[in-house]
């Protein structure tokens, strides 16, 4: 399997608080891998790391064996690296359709030059994207709902949109910052179903979560973070039944 991202020596802090310390990691096209450890731990700052929204202090992160170290969020999410967040941050007052579609990794009809000089293929590629909205929203069973604005959809539905928007993006890489939190039954299991199948198809997908039974169903591995360091990576099973982890984290009641 292809190494599609890797951080070497990742170091972050905002003044005495350290999110990133000496952040070793690699993530493979086929992969999915799980990011668990308590709030605080640093989870989401990689994350924010990794996508752009906060540049490292030192170290560097490549993806498919190119530093993006200078690269601001927009330009990550065009080379293909593509992410949900903890809160959807959906465009509420917009409708589900036009949410997917500024998913799109490339959308013309952002270029007044492009709308005024190329008309035609503005309208092409707009219907093309159109079309691959609506075949994610079939995946994630709301294709009824691609004409109804996202504020009168209840949050496992928004969820569902959230994910299906980063699917847009058809890069390599995804990143899923706790993808199940406020949902379960039928939207639970769609979203695992639609996750494994990306990374089926080649796509390398690290997830937040703090549903260890989500990670135990999905996660070929994971790695434990605490206080921004990454303390073990290894197989699911194994980090469960660690004492270590447990008593920083899990607790028997976890289980």
């Given at each position: 399997m292809?190494?599609?991202?890797?951080?070497?020596?990742?170091?972050?802090?905002?003044?005495?608080?350290?999110?990133?310390?000496?952040?070793?990691?690699?993530?493979?096209?086929?992969?999915?891998?799980?990011?668990i450890g308590?709030?605080?731990?640093?989870?989401t700052?990689?994350?924010n790391?990794?996508?752009?929204?906060i540049?490292?202090?030192?170290g560097s992160?490549y993806f498919?064996?190119?530093?993006?170290?200078?690269?601001?969020v927009?330009?990550?999410?065009?080379?293909?690296?593509?992410?949900?967040?903890?809160?959807?941050?959906?465009?509420?007052?917009?409708?589900?359709?036009?949410?997917?579609?500024?998913?799109?990794?490339?959308?013309?009809?952002?270029?007044l030059?492009?709308?005024?000089?190329?008309?035609?293929?503005?309208?092409?590629?707009t219907?093309?994207?159109?079309?691959?909205?609506?075949?994610?929203?079939?995946?994630?069973?709301?294709?009824?709902?691609?004409?109804?604005?996202?504020s009168?959809?209840p949050?496992?539905?928004?969820?569902?949109?959230?994910?299906?928007?980063?699917?847009?993006?058809?890069?390599k890489?995804?990143?899923?910052?706790?993808?199940?939190?406020?949902?379960?039954?039928?939207?639970?299991?769609?979203?695992?179903?639609?996750?494994?199948e990306?990374?089926?198809?080649?796509?390398?997908v690290?997830?937040?979560?703090?549903?260890?039974?989500?990670?135990?169903?999905?996660?070929?591995?994971?790695?434990?973070?605490?206080?921004?360091?990454?303390?073990?990576?290894?197989?699911?099973?194994?980090l469960?039944?660690?004492?270590?982890?447990?008593?920083?984290y899990?607790?028997?009641?976890?289980?």
């Open positions: 292809a190494a599609e991202l890797r951080l070497e020596k990742v170091n972050k802090s905002f003044g005495g608080v350290v999110v990133a310390d000496e952040i070793d990691l690699t993530l493979h096209s086929e992969e999915i891998l799980g990011l308590p709030n605080g731990a640093g989870k700052s990689l994350f790391i990794i996508s752009g929204v540049k490292p202090d030192s992160v498919e064996e190119r530093e993006v170290n200078d690269l601001d927009y330009q990550r999410a065009r080379i293909g690296i593509s992410r949900t967040w903890q809160h959807v941050r959906l465009f509420l007052s917009m409708t589900v359709m036009d949410n997917l579609l500024i998913g799109s990794r490339v959308y013309k009809g952002e270029s030059g492009e709308v005024l000089f190329r008309p035609y293929q503005v309208r092409k590629a219907e093309a994207s159109r079309h691959r909205a609506l075949r994610l929203l079939e995946r994630v069973g709301l294709s009824h709902e691609w004409d109804k604005k996202v009168g959809l949050f496992g539905k928004q969820k569902l949109i959230s994910l299906a928007r980063a699917l847009m993006n058809e890069g890489c995804l990143l899923l910052d706790e993808p199940m939190a406020g949902v379960e039954g039928d939207i639970y299991e769609t979203i695992k179903s639609v996750v494994r990306e990374a089926k198809s080649g796509k390398a690290c997830v937040v979560e703090h549903s260890v039974s989500f990670i135990k169903d999905l996660c070929d591995s994971a790695i434990f973070m605490f206080d921004g360091k990454i303390i073990e990576r290894g197989k699911v099973e194994d469960l039944r660690s004492k270590r982890l447990s008593d920083i899990f607790g028997a009641a976890q289980f």
